[in-house]
């Protein structure tokens, strides 16, 4: 791995300049300053908020026939003004954090360092180590955090006279004994925070952890004081040591390598980013640094949230929660083909701690058997529709969350996990057999009232802004893939044959992906005009990636998928971070490598941050993780029943090399290629399968010993 580490010269000033450092459950951000050293902390299950029911208005479904008339009679203003009146949920995110709540931070911890001077001064964050690194005269700080250990680790040599700690977070009980601070308070849940520290050898070592009462039976400051005796006991090289191979095994599985990618390793990398052209290992980096993060976040109880774990706030934007019409899913895009899929568990069980909840709110607000999930959720089992226009229908959140189920089942052949599964999978599907509802006007299933995420169409009949529909095309996309998923399931576990029966004829009812007066796939049921042509959603190409519904199998809305995306950049489109990072995936499957080179360039130049971190803005992690899924979908996909190595490959990367790379099927695919062509190509499977792989124009079947 040759792009592997982040460097400065010159401390942070702000947030966004600082390095951060995470096992999955503990987060901090190291700032490097000169004569004090601020640490911005966090723990995953700090959060305001508690466990509630959706509040909803209890008489909501008297109107669902009622708006669905409207809808059908093409009255899109007046049935949106009903959705908005009754089917909203009043526990959302700023309108009300004691009940839906908000991660927050855990607080600072400043170090004080007198004797520090700035004549030579660097500061790094090494990522197949886990570790952060100043120097600064004669001082030097390493920082680290220990998954192992679940302890946040600071050492700085040299240049400790006078050094003083101090802890800050409001609303919290501090006290300081000389070697140990300690922090409580309440979220409405009981935190803990634990700080140790102790000079040895001229240096000044420093442990600290935290917890919360969420998913614990014991009380916080138990925890953290076994928590750090362990990890003091087992000492900081032991820590250290441990840090180093975890981070490196998880990251080594897989390896993307340019030519003398790393010949601008030495330019600072606030530098880079500015002048991202010609700079394949910054590439390189992007695509590690991705990976890092997730490692970095999601190893926990809680899946990585709209910030991973990193967050300043008190009240973040958009709550740092678990948004489910594109952001939480794309946390999770690279993981299984850079061979991490481990890391993907904490947003498993983060779907099962939603679906009794989800079951209540498909009942009480649609009278539908099984489960539906909206757009956000948070730790306490939230499940509902939203709390303003758009979102008072999006219903397809969670049937979205199950792709991932399949997309694990698709890598692993897992049977066992697919049975495990298979009651989430069915209830997703048993709600859209109650909620599909048939459009007198053309005679297919449609979801009503329905939304596609976040856009807005200009209702012909008045020349206004609406959003409430029925069957938008990302609506039908994720349902069309949830129920053939779900036959899928039952064929492979041979069960429940009647259902198999009752989705096939659903199926059939669906309707089709549509092509527009523009060349474009139409996003609504109708050919609307866009009141946004460049909205950052590209919701309607759902079915080209993450999905694969077009591909190069079906040339027409193959070609429509492009003028779609076209469309929307010849009108400002890309413009957030996670934006550009998803039209970056897009071009992969369309096989412009050139296309989606040039908006990874975008991404980093117009949306990355000068810790690398992605910028929607504000920060928002998301993009990150879509650029690392892009880069490795440019070298090899597997979702159209093949392995095709290369299928996007850009001009400026005819020669390179990658490592490891997952395939779907269970297979690890290595490959270098010389002026675009291949050159090696190694598979390896479980004994006894095999797999099609298509490169350099050819197509073989390769048999795994």
């Known amino acids: 791995m040759k792009e592997n580490r982040l460097y400065y010269t010159s401390p942070s000033s702000v947030w966004e300049e600082a390095l951060p450092l995470g096992n999955g459950k503990l987060g901090m951000m190291v700032f490097g300053g000169v004569n004090e050293e601020r640490l911005q902390l966090n723990e995953e299950s700090f959060w305001a908020g508690r466990e509630t029911k959706a509040s909803f208005n209890p ?150 952890t935290a917890s919360t009462r969420f998913k614990e039976e014991k009380e916080p400051e138990e925890i953290t004081a076994e928590t750090l005796d362990r990890a003091m006991n087992a000492g900081y090289d032991i820590l250290l040591k441990g840090t180093a191979d975890y981070f490196s095994d998880l990251l080594s599985r897989t390896e993307i390598t340019f030519p003398d990618s790393g010949k601008k390793k030495d330019i600072p990398t606030n530098e880079r980013i500015e002048n991202p052209e010609n700079d394949l290992g910054l590439v390189e980096l992007y695509y590690n640094f991705g990976r890092y993060l997730l490692i970095g976040s999601s190893r926990g109880k809680l899946p990585a949230n709209l910030q991973g774990i990193w967050n300043k706030e008190y009240r973040p934007p958009w709550t740092a929660d678990f948004h489910l019409n594109i952001n939480c899913q794309m946390n999770y895009w690279a993981a299984e083909a850079a061979n991490l899929p481990e890391l993907i568990e904490p947003f498993f069980d983060h779907i099962k701690s939603f679906i009794k909840p989800a079951e209540e709110s498909a009942q009480l607000h649609f009278h539908c058997r099984g489960w539906f999930q909206g757009v956000v959720s948070n730790p306490f089992g939230h499940a509902s529709l939203g709390n303003y226009g758009w979102s008072s229908a ?122 527009g007066k523009h060349g474009q796939i139409m996003e609504w049921s109708e050919d609307f005009d866009e009141a946004e042509p460049g909205h950052r959603h590209i919701s309607h190409l759902y079915a080209l990636y993450p999905a694969s519904q077009i591909t190069k199998n079906t040339p027409e809305l193959f070609n429509a998928a492009k003028k779609t995306i076209e469309r929307r950049l010849s009108h400002g489109g890309g413009h957030t971070g996670w934006s550009r990072a998803w039209i970056i995936n897009f071009y992969a499957r369309l096989c412009d490598g050139n296309k989606a080179y040039e908006n990874i360039l975008q991404l980093i130049k117009k949306s990355t941050l000068p810790n690398l971190f992605d910028n929607h803005p504000p920060f928002q992690i998301d993009g990150n993780f879509g650029g690392a899924a892009g880069i490795s979908e440019m070298l090899m996909q597997s979702h159209d029943g093949y392995i095709d190595i290369l299928p996007a490959l850009p001009d400026a990367w005819m020669d390179g090399e990658f490592n490891g790379l997952m395939a779907r099927g269970g297979f690890s695919v290595s490959c270098k290629w010389k002026k675009g062509k291949v050159t090696f190509l190694d598979i390896k499977g479980k004994p006894g399968t095999k797999c099609t792989v298509k490169y350099n124009g050819k197509t073989e079947e390769i048999n795994c010993p």
């Open 59 to 208: 008489d909501a479904y008297r109107y669902l026939d009622k708006i669905r008339k409207l809808i059908f009679e093409n009255k899109y203003s007046q049935a949106e003004e009903i959705c908005n009146k009754n089917f909203l949920c009043r526990h959302l995110g700023p309108h009300d954090i004691t009940q839906f709540g908000a991660h927050q931070t855990a607080g600072d911890l400043y170090i004080s360092l007198p004797s520090a001077n700035s004549d030579v001064y660097s500061r790094e964050l090494i990522l197949d180590k886990g570790l952060a690194r100043v120097i600064c005269g004669g001082s030097e700080r390493d920082y680290f955090v220990s998954y192992n250990y679940n302890t946040a680790v600071i050492r700085i040599k040299g240049g400790i006279e006078g050094a003083k700690l101090k802890y800050e977070r409001d609303n919290a009980y501090v006290t300081d004994n000389g070697s140990e601070i300690t922090a409580i308070g309440y979220l409405p849940m009981k935190y803990f925070i634990r700080i140790r520290y102790y000079v040895e050898d001229n240096a000044l070592y420093i442990f600290m």
């Open 394 to 515: 999006f219903v397809t959140g969670g049937a979205w969350c199950v792709r991932h189920i399949k997309e694990r089942w698709l890598y692993s052949g897992d049977k066992e996990f697919l049975k495990e599964y298979y009651p989430v999978i069915k209830g997703a599907s048993l709600f859209f057999c109650d909620y599909l509802v048939e459009d007198p006007r053309n005679g297919y299933l449609v979801t009503a009232p329905a939304s596609s995420p976040e856009n807005v169409f200009i209702n012909p009949a008045d020349g206004k802004r609406a959003s409430i529909c029925a069957g938008p095309t990302m609506d039908i996309s994720i349902i069309r893939e949830l129920f053939e998923f779900n036959i899928q399931a039952i064929d492979v576990l041979g069960n429940d044959t009647d259902f198999r029966d009752i989705l096939t004829e659903k199926l059939s009812k669906l309707p089709p992906i549509r092509i």
